[in-house]
Nanobody, 114 residues
Framework: VRLVESGGDLVQPGGSLRLSCAASGFTFSTYRMSWYRQAPGKERELVAHITTAGRSTNYADSVKGRFTISRDNVKNTVYLQMNSLKPEDTAVYYC????????WGQGTQVTVSA
């Protein structure tokens, strides 16, 4: 199983970013996918998850209405579109899948600062 995140960057408050997570080593279309984040000094928290066909999504209250999770089961990729970014969104963002155990990518840094 391999998960590779990309798309993190330094962005001003109010800006947007799209994160991508390229997955391999498992049958992507049959597993729920999730995005987590971890800010300095804080525990890792669930940001959003999406079911296998993308028909159902769920979000942390802190990102509802601003972030959108989606997936492409042909490209084996899950995305996180982040709009109206705030300084408190600053964190390392991780892609996650649970097979017999949880798997994580290396993370991608998102920094929201003026």
């Amino acid at each position: 199983v391999r998960l590779v995140e990309s798309g993190g960057d330094l962005v001003q408050p109010g800006g947007s970013l799209r994160l991508s997570c390229a997955a391999s080593g498992f049958t992507f279309s049959t597993y729920r996918m999730s995005w987590y984040r971890q800010a300095p000094g804080k525990e890792r928290e669930l940001v959003a998850h999406i079911t296998t066909a993308g028909r159902s999504t769920n979000y942390a209250d802190s990102v509802k209405g601003r972030f959108t999770i989606s997936r492409d089961n042909v490209k084996n990729t899950v995305y996180l579109q982040m709009n109206s970014l705030k300084p408190e969104d600053t964190a390392v963002y991780y892609c996650n899948v649970v097979l017999l155990r949880p798997y994580w990518g290396q993370g991608t840094q998102v920094t929201v600062s003026a």
